[in-house]
């Protein structure tokens, strides 16, 4: 079947430029819908495109439409990839903030495909900190960005901000596409959910307990998870990090509100990764006021957390459930306690104490225990080669 790509052309000099991009694309076989936004049509006309691509331009949302389907989703949904040449501050912009007020930003919100952008402006608009901002949180979501190239601009000064020839640009998109094509797609339709970061247990208004865990090796398992075609769910404790790319993320505090949302989403799932680092212990009482200082010591009274895992595991139906084993001793017995005590179908022990292994870095050094006894040892590598093990292991699983 013939790939399609939607391309976007923005309201910049470098417009007729996206002339070539189309003619290009379609010379190596790829059916091509242009999407321009008002400002674009100042610049080229539409029919340029139309005769172009062969396919009717959109330049307006509420346009008599070409035919019965809702336009911004089926465009969305054709499309195997999308690209916005020239993309100008005020798309990248858009899009950062959520805004989907045109056709372009619309389809842009609605597609799951890879979205690229081939950024083209003055070079003071360029390296202005808030595009600069902007694409960095983009780029953080699973946005492309095309680098633009540096050199004489329309606008007579000299720098970075020219849109890269259009060879440069068809070819990046062509090697995309063939590298997203090529990624997996054995979790299409599962619901997968998955627990990550601390939990935060309050002590007063302004105290709290909580622990080292950043969070990085849950959501590369949900960031993975999600590429590789799943439904995901990201159960989440107060973390830095930005919600992966097509991962709904469910935001909580404490232990006991994780608790409420796990259960919540317990009976959609297909597949639980429980890897939050859960307080297994809050205050007995939260205080109303700020705990004022007296002249004695202070003992908080401690009352014990549910261990949601295992409360999971005992409602267990059809779901693969797996679980985490942070330890700093006797790993592989501990972590074998815990499989069976939660009635997991592997767990992954790791050594905390370890360097390169657990909380906050970027790396992990994981042993995969077993219902059976196997004990699988893995070399360290990175949380996210890690979350693709794990997610192998799952598959195995249904
Ligand atoms: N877990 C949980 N609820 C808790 C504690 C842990 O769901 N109250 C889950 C974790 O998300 C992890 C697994 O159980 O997947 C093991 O967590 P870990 O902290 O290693 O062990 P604990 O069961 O808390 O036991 P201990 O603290 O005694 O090592």
């Not at 013939?2 to 003619?23: E, P």
């Not at 509420?62 to 019965?68: C, G, H, N, R």
């Not at 989703?73 to 798309?91: D, H």
């Not at 979501?141 to 970075?160: N, R, T, V």
Request: aromatic letters at 6%.
């Amino acid at each position: 079947m013939k790939k399609n790509m939607v391309i976007g052309v923005t309201g910049g000099i470098a417009a007729y430029k996206a002339l070539d991009i189309v003619s290009g694309l379609r010379k190596k076989e790829i059916d091509v819908n242009v999407i321009m936004t008002q400002h674009a049509c100042e610049f080229v006309n539409p029919l340029s495109f139309q005769s172009l691509s062969n396919n009717y331009v959109t330049t307006d949302m509420f346009a008599e439409p070409k035919s019965w389907d809702v336009e911004h989703i089926s465009l969305a949904k054709k499309a195997s990839l999308i690209l916005v040449a020239p993309a100008t501050a005020n798309i990248i912009g858009k899009v950062a903030h959520g805004i989907a007020d045109d056709m372009l930003s619309t389809v842009i919100m609605a597609a799951r495909c890879p979205i690229v952008f081939a950024p083209a402006m003055n070079t003071y608009m360029y390296t202005n900190s808030i595009v600069q901002e902007n694409i960095h949180y983009l780029k953080s979501k699973g946005y492309h960005f095309i680098e633009p190239d540096s050199g004489w601009l329309a606008c007579g000064d000299i720098g970075k901000g020219k849109l890269p020839t259009p060879e440069t640009i068809i070819q990046a998109t062509l090697d995309l596409l063939e590298k997203t094509q090529a990624q997996k797609q054995d979790f299409q339709g599962k619901n997968v959910l998955v627990t990550a970061g601390p939990t935060v247990e309050e002590i007063d208004p302004m105290r709290y307990i909580t622990n080292h865990s950043s969070g990085k090796m849950g959501y590369a398992i949900a960031q993975e998870a999600a590429k590789r075609g799943a439904n995901v769910k990201l159960i989440s404790g107060p973390t830095h990090l930005p919600c992966p790319a097509h991962v709904e993320r469910i935001d909580i505090k404490s232990a006991l509100d994780m608790e409420e949302e796990a259960k919540k989403h317990f009976s959609w799932s297909d597949v639980v990764i429980k890897a939050a680092a859960v307080a297994d212990y809050r205050p007995a009482q939260r205080s109303q006021q700020k705990i004022k200082k007296s002249e004695d010591n202070l003992t908080i009274q401690l009352t014990r957390n549910p261990d949601i895992l295992q409360e999971l595991g005992k409602q267990k139906e059809h779901q693969i459930l797996v679980g985490f084993a942070a330890e700093t001793e006797e790993l592989l017995k501990n972590a074998k306690e815990k499989l069976q005590k939660k009635n997991l179908d592997f767990i992954i022990a790791n050594n905390i104490a370890k360097e390169g292994s657990g909380f906050q870095v970027d790396t992990n050094m994981a042993t995969f225990i077993y219902k059976d006894g196997t004990i699988n040892k893995h070399p360290m590598m990175s949380k996210t080669e890690l979350a693709n093990v794990i997610l192998d292991e799952v598959k195995n699983k249904f």
